[in-house]
Structure formats: C-alpha cells, structure tokens
C-alpha cells in the first residue's frame, strides 16, 4: 500500500497566489522528508530537507521565504509556494525515508502534485 | 563536482531485452538505487546495490561496479508497460542522494 500521501495532485490558480502542499506519512514516522521539484524532462531537483522539529535545510538557491516548509508533526510536512509566478509551474514531489539515512532504505515518494500558474 | 550520467533516451522492442547504463562521479559512495518514473507520475523504487554485483529482482537486475563507478539496470521480457523513464541516483558521503537526468524508454511493439 502507499507509503506516503500527498495533496493536491493537480492546482491551477492565478499569478500571485499562495498554494500550500502536504505530504503525509502513513502507519509511521518520519523525522525527515524532502521535497523536490521536476520540470518536463528534468531531472528531479532537491528543494530541501524537513526535519520534524526544526528548521528545513534548503538547497542552494532555493528561496525560502519563497517556498515555505513546515515540519510540524511526524506524518506531515507542508510546502507553501507563496506568491507564486508563472515560472513557479512545475512538479512538486515530497518523499519521505523510512529509514536511517546511512541504511539502504529507499525514499518512498508521494504522487507529486502538479502546480500550473496562470 | 559530482556527477551522474545516463543515456537520455533509448528503444527496444516488446519482448526483448534492455541495458541502461550509469556512470557516477560522487564524493564518497553509500549505494545507488535505480527508480522508475512513469510520464506525470512521481518514481517509484526498483534496486538498490551497495556491494559489487548483480541483484536480481524477477525482470529487472542491477549491477555494480565501484571501482569503474559504473551500474546497469538489464529490463527482460520487455512489456509496453515497462515505457518510462529510469533514474539512477547515488548517496554519496553525506547521505544525500545525487540524481541522475534519467533515461526515457521508449518500447515499441
């Protein structure tokens, strides 16, 4: 069964809108999930690292009074693109390890959501 | 810096057999997964090698080699389902995973 369940898959809205993401672990906890972004025919970029508790790490060159993570709970982490812009549009997948990060444990990723800005 | 390359696109036919390579330049290496991404659709978990070798997994293998930074992901019996792209990605020292651009598949009957 899925492992982890992300909402919404699909958001249209206008140039200048905030749209929030959720990414939930199911039957376990995850103290760290990450978030990604894919452009057509790219591959995936690391956005940041969210660890439960504290402050995500984000990449170089990711905004992050832009994109916005909140780890609040063991099951959840949210992305919030905020005032978001055309360029904004693209693929956003959380993934979650449900393991060490030193073990052979996959990250198990959500469905993605795909976000069109107008 | 590190790097990971893969062929952009290949075709094979329904039924046949398939190689898609990955050569890896990382600093330091805690393992390589490979991932199947079907088009609009988030990848899903394939292999994982960490020793030298092949790992079998009914259709689908993966090799490693460390020391030429080298794997394969070998696709048998190929099914038009099996059109996707696969990602190769590797932990390097730090525990982050390095990804690869991926390899489009494209299966023809």
């Known amino acids: 069964g899925a492992v982890v369940s992300q909402h919404p898959s699909w958001v249209i809205c206008k140039s200048g809108t905030s749209v929030k993401i959720e990414c939930r672990s199911l039957d376990f906890q995850a103290t760290t999930m990450f978030w990604y972004r894919q452009f057509p025919k790219q591959s995936l970029m690391l956005m940041a690292t969210?660890?439960?508790?504290?402050?995500?790490?984000?990449e170089q060159g990711v905004e992050k009074d832009k994109f916005l993570i909140n780890h609040a709970s063991l099951t959840l982490s949210t992305l919030t693109v905020t005032s978001a812009h055309p360029e904004d549009s693209s693929f956003y997948i959380c993934s979650v390890l449900t393991g060490q990060e030193s073990g052979n444990q996959p990250q198990h990723f959500g469905d993605g959501t795909r976000l069109s800005i107008l | 810096g590190q790097n990971i390359d893969q062929p952009t696109e290949m075709t094979a036919t329904e039924g046949a057999i398939v190689q898609i390579n990955c050569t890896y330049q990382t600093s330091g290496f805690n393992g390589l997964f490979w991932y199947q991404q079907h088009a609009g659709e988030a990848p899903t978990f394939l292999s994982y090698?960490?020793l030298d070798g092949l790992e079998e997994k009914g259709r689908f293998s993966s090799f490693l080699s460390r020391s030429k930074g080298y794997s394969y992901l070998l696709l048998k019996e190929l099914q038009m389902k099996d059109s996707a792209s696969y990602l190769c990605a590797v932990k390097d020292s730090n525990y982050q995973l390095i990804w690869g651009a991926g390899t489009k598949l494209i299966i023809k009957p």
């Open positions: 090698n960490v």
């Open positions: 969210s660890n439960e508790g504290s402050k995500a790490t984000y």
